[in-house]
């Protein structure tokens, strides 16, 4: 979305600004500061600072179809003791409804508790919520036995399929195989496209298990700001 205030414009994807504020006429604002994307030529004057990593996979992959040499044994392994400790049978993944909403705040709030206070404010609730309420976000819900245990979310652009959020209640294996049920889901099969599943947000725990999930890529995210002075 567009905002324009005197001869200042900005892009913006709710709060969040995702492009520099520019005047008209006279190029971009001093001082501003944003994401780059993946390609990204630097303007001349602007510094450009390592911001994360970005994990692209092939969804197909998780099939068990053309996964070269990953290592995905152990997450295979987890997949198989949720279903099995779980009940295969009771285990439904479906789309959202809007009477689903109470319960996903639900799972936010077991979600949020297990959290730090620095957690809590980067991973805002009421921004999820929003999110999962919005077009052209797309968000399934994982049910045990009539009780909802888990969400994903999702949207795409024209060249990746973007992986947003994946919450669950403490069950052991869960995060597991809610990653396996977006991923070998036939909505996300069928765009034929890769899937870009975000960072690892400074964890070295999560970077090691984004890496033995055998990424196609993995690229570099850089922060770009407007030198002063």
Known sequence: MERTEGNVCAVFDGDIQVFPAFRTGSGFVPGES???FVGMVSFPGFLREFLDFQFIYNPRH??????????RSGFR?????????????DLVYRRM???????????????????????????????????LCSIPMNAKVL???????????WDENYKYINFRYSFGRGLPYLSEYL?????????????????NDGGSLD???????????????????????????
């Open 203 to 229: 964890s070295s725990s999560l970077h090691k298990f984004k890496e033995r999930l055998g990424p196609v890529e993995i690229q570099k995210i850089y922060s770009i700001r407007k030198e002063i002075g």
């Open 143 to 153: 049910v045990l036995r009539d009780d909802l245990v888990g969400f994903n979310v």
């Open 77 to 89: 392994k987890n997949v198989s003791k949720f279903r099995e400790e779980m009940g295969k049978n």
């Open 34 to 36: 944003w994401s780059d």
């Open 97 to 131: 409804v809007s009477k689903d909403i109470e319960s996903v705040l639900g799972v936010l709030e077991d979600w949020a508790g297990d959290r730090t206070r620095e957690s809590e404010e980067i991973h805002d609730s009421t921004t999820i919520v929003e999110a």
């Open 179 to 195: 990653r396996w049920a977006f991923y070998t889901d036939w909505d996300v099969l069928s765009s034929r496209k890769l899937v």
């Open 62 to 71: 998780f099939l068990g179809v053309g996964s070269g040499s990953a290592d």
